[in-house]
């Protein structure tokens, strides 16, 4: 696996030109759903590889939904300097309300980034200076810098952490349905350097980062059994949770990345451990005769969520992270399975089929404004972006094999994600260091 070394900077724009970074005149408001996409001017950026750094900025804003950049045809001013502010009038007249500029360079090896973001209305007689940054890294790391600009700018206008700069594990999947071939796939969030984890021998299942470090857990299943596996993306170190009498499925990491809850099936009968990574300690959760499975934590590490057909359907429940207080908070009609819960604390993703159509939804961790974003044949296995404002999941469309797609929110902005293969169980990392 790649080793990022990146040291962010961090230089005010006061700092890079002398000019006071202004309050925000302009901004984005993520919580409505008839937001219109803000006019953006992405020029490329001066220096080593800055048409292709401006466009992955251009790619990550653009498809968030909030973003429109502008037709570089229509640029009046050219050959920008980033230490200098732009000509407002010129910016003005295409209609773009913010601008960002900046310029690559490599010196000792080193490759460092300088970028700016303007307002160009900003109530006054011209623009003003939002915030100015300064990256560097490996030259081979350059998308990785785009991607931080990105999160950067996305952060100053819409007030809200960035998802850019991270990375999706999934199921790649090739071949007919009869002799299908599942591989451990990996990949930055806009598609880019797909590489693949495992060699399709065996079978790979729900695959889920650790909230705090670069490892992932993941099912195993072969002729002999299933097993749940840890991996560390850096060394490629790959060890078994434990051996387990029965199947093993569904494991996903707490908030700490200490422990790992999953599923053990044995008879026909599922039930929720949950284990210490460190002592290895297992403690069965769950003692109900039915199937109770897709454990998720919430934020703080204190509760879980997970789906039991006890009541005679799957339905999600909360319950305490040592098992305790069990309560249904799905109520609607219809079978709700693979819940996950945000990371940041306020909504809780699923799945749902309602007669012969699949939906991904979002409601209160209380079960309370359930809202469905999706509809579809089978849309199924959402994940969270780590600001909690969009999700992954996978769609499959009658005859066709599954894809990936994401949805905001608001359930206004659907689109297909940027992985061309078929593929299916994304997990979304955690914000990259």
């Known amino acids: 696996m790649r080793t990022l070394v990146l040291t962010l900077l961090a230089i005010l724009t006061a700092t890079l030109a002398g000019i006071t970074p202004a309050a925000a005149q302009i901004e984005v408001d993520v919580n409505r759903g008839d937001v219109q996409p803000l006019p953006i001017a992405i020029p490329d950026f001066a220096g080593v590889r800055g048409a292709e750094i401006a466009q992955v900025i251009i790619g990550d804003l653009e498809r968030s939904g909030l973003f429109r950049p502008i037709d570089k045809n229509a640029f009046i001013e050219k050959d920008l300097n980033v230490d200098v502010e732009p000509r407002y009038a010129d910016w003005q007249a295409i209609n773009a309300q913010a601008l960002v500029n ?11 980034v300088k970028f700016r973001l303007w307002d160009i209305y900003s109530g006054k007689a011209s623009g003003q200076a939002l915030v100015g940054m300064q990256f560097t890294t490996t030259p081979e790391n ?53 590489s693949y984890l495992t060699d399709g ?33 850096e060394t490629a170190r790959r060890e078994t949770l434990g051996n387990f009498p029965g199947m093993v499925y569904a494991p996903r990491f707490s908030p700490d990345g200490g422990r790992v809850a999953f599923s053990v099936e044995r008879n026909g009968n599922s039930d929720i451990y949950v284990m210490n990574l460190r002592n290895r300690a297992a403690a069965k959760l769950t003692s109900d005769p039915s199937i109770e499975t897709s454990p998720s934590f919430s934020p703080d590490g204190t ?7 006890r009541g005679g359907s799957p339905q999600l429940y909360v319950m305490g992270a040592d098992g305790s207080g069990a309560r249904r908070i799905s109520f609607g009609s219809g079978r709700y399975t693979t819940p996950v819960w945000s990371p940041v604390g306020d909504f809780i993703a699923f799945t749902k089929q309602v007669g012969g159509q699949f939906h991904i939804g979002v409601m209160k961790p209380d079960g309370s404004d359930e809202r469905l974003l999706t509809t579809s044949y089978l849309d199924e296995g959402p994940t969270w972006a780590p600001n909690g404002r969009v999700l992954m999941f996978s769609r499959e469309t009658p005859g066709g094999p599954p894809r990936l797609w994401t949805v905001d929110v608001t359930g206004r902005i659907l689109r297909p994600a940027p992985y061309p293969g078929s593929a299916s169980d994304p997990a979304w990392s955690p914000l990259l260091n």
């Open 201 to 233: 021998s065996y079978i790979v299942m729900t695959p889920r980062f650790s909230p705090t470090t670069q490892e992932i857990t993941y099912m195993a299943l072969r002729p002999e059994g299933s097993s749940i596996y840890l991996f560390n993306l």
């Open 303 to 309: 509760r879980i969520v997970y789906n039991s057909d």
């Open 142 to 194: 350059w998308r990785k810098l785009a991607h931080k600009i990105s999160d950067a700018v996305y952060e100053r206008l819409t007030g809200e952490k960035g998802y850019f700069d991270t990375r999706i594990v999934f199921v790649s999947e090739s071949g007919g349905r009869l002799n299908r071939v599942k591989r451990l796939g990996i990949m930055d969030q806009d598609g880019a350097n797909p």
């Open 102 to 112: 900046g310029e690559a360079t490599v010196v000792g090896g080193r490759l460092t």
